[in-house]
């Protein structure tokens, strides 16, 4: 009966089982994935910028000063361990080559703002060599150690979600213990067409892949109370159909491993298949319920980059210092892959890029717009996809056809959230779910109208979260004024109080005396006024010093 | 060059725009029409000519008054098909004023005055034949007698002179004849059964000629739902609520109650199943919401054909159930993922 009714429901379109997607005809990808991975590494004097937040959470602190040489994998900044709470959303930052550093200086970075941020500026010597205390202690047994010691290596190394998210890979690892994960997916479903770094990763280092997903179940396993440990725990490996070599070479390394844990399975090939949402709902049927994280389900969610990384950092001892970055597009002269050390700026890979191209750092869904070439590569950089630029068509109004909605993969109602956003009826909008858009860019790219209706959500939500600090600020600042004024009100009671009370005390010790030293003030006070009234103040004064 | 900085998502799918959809409809309205034209000769050509011609004229000026880019707008067919639709609707050999009067309710009233493209709550097509049904009702009941090969009967001449016609002089009315549908209501209502058998009907010129249009929309639609420029919700809760109450009748008194398959090939109902109903603008754009709006369009059909004054009653329907939308809209959001 149920399964009659989310048939039904399925196929009235009602999104009960399957959400939107899009399924672009040409996925692009055959323009870079067919190519052998070229390995990039700086030659002497070439500058590599490394700007000092690379992930999502607070800057680390800086180790080095203009003029210091630096050897390869040296710990520029580190993490902040002082203040231990802000301390969690921050991962160190290391040297990619050796070199010395010649500034430290705001330059541009890949950002939508435009702005500048803080930047190490290394001139490499183009030696790229480890010095003593480049590489960490190899942790080979790792299975003999804890997770909170695997965690700190894995923040130790600077390792974030290299699927574009950037997230510090340790906190996803820090599991809440009453919540235990029993479901770690590693996402290399990469279903953005042109992008194909985690598609070459998979079929050149699947072996690594894999170590680091065991390392990462070792490391959730370890978080139990030994004796309570009675969850099976399973590593779901999605890829998308679209990369049968990435399969293969997956499923190969998986053989001799012979670990029941580890499963790879092929997911639909549709955008976005590796949203993560949308991934952990292809491969296990679970929502993760809105404002919530997936392991609020016993799920957390890695990308294949980030598996290898792990492995790297835990078992080798490096830290994160390089990437697989897809060049292509029609304005790129070598489209493929290439392993470069962070750092590099996007002009340097690309060589000439046509006058009237477009430089986007990451795919054509969700990338962002670069203003210039001189941006370096940085953690979170998959892609850099140089297209003719083009005018976009002019918009329409919204002729409410629905495809945006057939196509939303949140199963939102796009066309009411552009609607509100331009009215800025924030609150409607909120109320239509607006912050679980996921900025994909389905809707857009299906709309008959060519409104570009995720500027109009992303607006929204800015405005939105402004409004929020500027209500947050008046309130702080409502309270602050507040206790200002209780305070105030407190003192000024006290001190009324407290007169109150020395009077009290004054009278009824020694009223006697009391009265009669009175008695006599004011008979000498009379005299004093009667020979001058100007002393009268004066004199009234004198009056009240016994009593005060 | 000058462009805004462009921001993601930098695909787009191809071939997609209001133009194209547009032509897309334009392009599965010709089968129905080509049989229109068969049928009905001039009659049809000075309709869709006149009719369009007028439609454009009044879209420009409109465009013009409230300052909007004429070429951007003129160019998203939008109009064209709404006229298109409406003059396939009115009686062939219609006269000028009438489709002007029809044209000034779509263009003018029901879609400029909303808001323009996008903005109108009522179906604009359905909005001007409704007025000029209830204005003029003796020149929207009589239609011309479906003749094979039409052109060769009546000559464009004559055809001119029919169209140049003043409101009160007479036309042909020789050779023009109530509906199938006509027919069968006025059965209905002075209490005879059926004038004709159900084969009868089927197969009599009237009812042959609305057969073949019907179904000639029909394929049209079916491309259109093929192509996915409309999805299968609207056509199919529309006919099948009409067939099931029009079932309920006729299995009740088959003898005042005409069968479903006759509803479904008379009259406008392929039309107005495939193109009329599916306008997005006006129509419920929840797939829930979607099915409860044609539901509700094929049903007061059925109603207002079977016991209404008017002969027929999509316009009525669709407008009823436009002012429906809102609220079905409101009440039938999709679920949001992992809400
Ligand atoms: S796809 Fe575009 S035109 Fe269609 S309903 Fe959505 S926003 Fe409106
Ligand atoms: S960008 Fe947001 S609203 Fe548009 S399809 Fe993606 S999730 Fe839905």
Redesign the interface.
Known sequence: MIKAWQWLQQL?????AS?GS?I??NDHKALSNQQPVRRLRPSAGDELILPLQQHRGDKPKLNVRPGDYVYKGQMLAHADTANSAKNTRCVPLHASTSGTITTIADRPIAHPSGLNDTCVILQADGLDQYGADGLMPALANYTELDSACLRQRIRDAGIVGLGGAVFPAAIKLAVNPQRPVDTLIINGAECE?YITCDDVLMRDKAAEILAGAQIMLHILQADDDPAADSITRRCLLGVEANKPQAISSLRAALAPLDDPRLEVVVVPTQYPAGGE?QLI?ALTGK??????RPADKGIICHNVATARAIYRAVVLGEPLISRYVTLTGAGVAQPGNVDVPLGLRVGALLGATPP?A?L?M?G??????L?SAQIPVVKATNCILV?P?S????A????????C??HC?????P?QLYWYAQARDFAKAER??LF?CI?C?CC???????I?L??YY?FAKAEIQSQRTAKAKAEHARKRHDFHQERLERAQRERTERLAKHKQKAQSHNSGQQQDAIQAALARAKAKKAQQQLQAKASTRNDQEPTA | ?N????????????N???D??MRQVIYALLPGTLVMLWYFGWGIVTNLVMGIGFALLLEASMLRLRAK?LS??LQ?Y?VVVTAWLLALALPAFAPWWLLLIAMVFAVVIAKHLYG????NPFNPAMVGYAAVLVSFPLEMTRWVAPLDLSFMHISLSESLQAVGATLNQTRWDAITLATPLDTVKTALFSGHTLPLSEAQHLLSAAGLSTEMINLAFLAGGLWLWYRRVI?W?IPLALLLALTLSAAVFWLWDAQHYPSPLFHLLSGGTMLTAFFIATD??S?S????GK?LYAAGIGLFTYLIRTWGAYPDAFAFAVIIMNMAVPLLDAYT???????
């Open positions: 009235i379109g009602e999104h009960s959400f899009i672009p005809p067409p949402k709902h929502e993760v319920p809105t404002g919530g009237d477009q986007i990451g054509p869904m969700m990338g962002l717009t203003h297209n630029l005018a976009k068509p002019a329409l109004p919204c002729i409410r056809c629905g495809q909605a057939q993969p949140a199963g939102l109602l066309q239509h779910a679980d900025e860019g857009a790219y299906v709309c008959p109208s060519h570009p995720v500027d992303r | 060059m462009v805004t900085p462009p921001t993601a998502p930098y695909l787009r799918q191809a997609q725009s209001v194209g959809l880019a951007l707008f998203d939008s323009g493209l996008g903005q999805s919700h997005p603008v129509a754009t929840t797939p829930v099915l959001r999709p679920r949001v993922y992992g809400h």
